[in-house]
């Protein structure tokens, strides 16, 4: 199985800053990465998917980069609004499998 | 446009069983994989297992292989997930979630809470 891993486990910034969110694949998922943000009481929100396709809706500060095991999710400047914790997902088409990384804090410095 | 309408949220006791259920609408149900994602209270998000609606191939993760039972009806567009035994370590919000071409689209969140 997959096994995807998120660092950090929180990360603290300031409003206007820029966070850098990083996630691991124990082998390589091709550009079957996905990255997700939910805030308390909500559903997962879709931001990123293919690696670096924005979902609809989804502001340009929110990229993704990455290739094979090793992925990045980076808010250029952050936003009161983007306080919450973001998720990495890998959905491989075969085997059909899916796993989500552990998910990373991001909370107000 | 694509939508995942869950059912409503479910107050068990130990050992009864449930099925709750994922009614989808706004593409082709029998072509795309749709799966179960738990989430336990104040936890991360966890895969649980994915159907092929068009042939009922049936994918668990290693955690949740004879847990839970993933299935469709492929008449009225609907995936379920079933217990024949709760535990109160079930008790979870449990999401359904479908990938149409990398998109990931979830449905509103069952939450089933089991207590004696």
């Known amino acids: 199985e997959i096994v995807m891993t998120q660092s950090p486990a929180t990360l603290s910034v300031s409003p206007g800053e820029r966070a850098t969110l990083s996630c691991r694949a124990s082998?390589?998922?091709?550009?079957?990465l996905a990255w997700y943000q939910q805030k308390p009481g909500q559903a997962p929100r879709l931001l990123i998917y293919?690696?670096?396709t924005r979902a609809t809706g989804i502001p340009a500060r929110f990229s993704g980069s990455g290739s094979g095991t090793e992925f990045t999710l980076t808010i250029s400047s952050l936003q009161s609004e983007d306080f919450a914790v973001y998720y990495c997902q890998q959905y491989s088409d075969w085997p059909p499998r899916w796993t989500f990384g552990q998910g990373t804090k991001v909370e107000i410095k | 446009e694509v939508q995942l309408v869950q059912s409503g949220a479910e107050v068990k006791k130990p050992g009864e069983s449930l099925r709750i259920s994922c009614k989808a609408s706004?593409?082709?149900?029998?072509?795309?994989?749709i799966g179960w994602v738990r989430q336990m209270p104040g936890k991360g998000l966890e895969w649980m297992g994915i159907i092929y609606p068009a042939d009922s191939d049936t994918r668990y993760s290693p955690s949740f292989q004879g847990q839970v039972t993933i299935s469709a009806d492929t008449s009225i567009t609907t995936a379920y997930l079933q217990w024949s035994g709760l535990k109160a370590s079930d008790t979870a919000m449990y999401y359904c979630v479908a990938v149409i071409g990398g998109e990931g689209y979830w449905g509103q969140g069952t939450l089933v809470t089991v207590s004696s």
């Open positions: 293919y690696v670096s």
């Open positions: 082998q390589s998922v091709g550009t079957n």
């Open positions: 706004g593409y082709t149900f029998t072509t795309y994989w």
